[in-house]
């Protein structure tokens, strides 16, 4: 496992000597909004659930993803996060050699690495603002059994079109492809991008995560989806009650309204779309700060006169946690990572950073 996620809340607060709680975090992708109104509900009225065993394969929960995205509950797999899945795909499908393209998560090298999968990585430049280039990428995939894509990407938000990856699994027929959609929600054009109902290809995997857009990373929830074959030979892996009682029950309800939905991601791409526009001219005039154009909550930016441990540093002593991305494959010490929240907290970052970047 890497050391370094983001959201490590209790490492600042001790160097600070502070609460917890007075840490503000900037760091961990979630949604800004929080969780919708009636997941809070749910889970305050059912926390007696976790007095009882749950679905051993949490299929209620699967059947309600399956509807709400109109596919065969048996092409979907509910985990415990879509770490789960990140962390048995390369085992379950006893992949040799994987590629993976970066900068991105760090999570999926690091499962390959635990299984023994040798990983190559195809590394897009900043100077490209981080877009793959479908050539390269292809003839790498070539050499490869398992291809990872995260679409919005992590940590550049950058975001392919759906064309981009069909094509490849077209052309690689016998490779599989993992699509981490994780933050697929929050861009404005998601629902048409999303490759979960592209039942079609034999080759294809879907990541679904539940911690990012609903706000609930604690809970535990993702889901997999794709062809059948595929899908039965990570089921073959699977551990009864994978998912807690209580996600079971929240997620399972969250499907069952379907029309609370759509007007949930509206709202929060509407918010994200204002509020990221209103930070970046905020810090526009910043000539040490460059920002990579985000398709979805978080913003890279590269920093061209400070280290991006400096940088983490000053704005920690104004509370605020954000992402030094230095250890990422293909990044470095110049670059640092910000989630959006709500607008005041946004232009209190921007006003940390400007006097952090003020002096050289
Ligand atoms: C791109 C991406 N995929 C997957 C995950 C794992 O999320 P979860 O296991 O909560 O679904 C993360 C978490 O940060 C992530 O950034």
Not at 29 to 42: A, D, R
Not at 59 to 77: C, E, K, L, N, Y
Not at 185 to 195: K, Q, R, T, V, W
Not at 275 to 287: G, M, N, R, T, Y
Request: with cysteine; glycine share 4%; charged share 20%.
């Amino acid at each position: 496992m890497i050391f370094g996620h983001g959201g490590n809340k209790t490492t600042l607060s001790q160097a600070l000597g502070c609460p917890v709680d007075d840490i503000i975090d900037m760091s961990a992708n979630l949604n800004p909004l929080g969780p919708p109104e009636q997941i809070k509900t749910v889970m305050m009225e059912n926390l007696s659930a976790i007095h009882c065993l749950p679905e051993p394969d949490a299929r209620s929960m699967t059947q309600g993803f399956a509807r709400f995205h109109d596919i065969d509950p048996d092409t979907v797999i509910a985990g415990n996060g879509t770490t789960w899945f990140i962390y048995t795909i390369p085992r379950a499908l006893n992949a040799k050699k994987a590629l993976v393209l970066g900068p991105t998560y760090s999570d999926y090298a690091d499962a390959c690495r635990m299984h023994g999968t040798a990983t190559a990585h195809w590394i897009a430049d900043a100077e490209d603002k981080f877009l793959p280039d479908l050539e390269a990428v292809s003839q790498m995939a070539a050499q490869a059994d398992l291809v990872f894509i995260c679409n919005p990407n992590n940590p550049t938000g950058v975001l392919v079109e759906q064309a981009f990856i069909t094509e490849l699994l077209q052309r690689h027929p016998r490779v599989c492809f993992v699509v981490d959609e994780s933050y697929l929600p929050f861009a404005a054009d998601g629902d048409e991008i999303s490759l979960i109902r592209a039942g079609k290809f034999p080759n294809l995997l879907v990541l679904s995560s539940m911690s990012k857009i609903f706000t609930i990373p604690g809970l535990r929830t993702g889901f997999l989806s794709g062809a059948k074959p595929l899908i039965d030979r990570v089921m073959a892996y699977y551990q009864p009650w994978s998912v807690n009682a209580l996600a079971q029950v929240v997620i399972k309800n969250i499907f069952d309204h379907p029309e609370l939905i759509a007007p949930f991601y509206e709202k929060t791409r509407s918010y994200i779309t204002r509020e990221k526009q209103i930070f970046i001219d905020e810090v526009a005039d910043l000539p040490a700060l460059v920002t990579v154009l985000s398709h979805t909550c978080f913003i890279l930016a590269e920093l061209l006169h400070h280290t991006a441990f400096q940088v983490c540093r000053q704005v920690g002593f104004d509370r605020i946690l954000i992402r030094d991305c230095s250890n990422f494959k293909g990044l470095d010490h110049r670059f640092v990572r910000f989630s959006l929240k709500d607008r005041e907290t946004n232009l209190k970052l921007a006003a940390s950073l400007r006097k952090v970047l003020a002096h050289d």
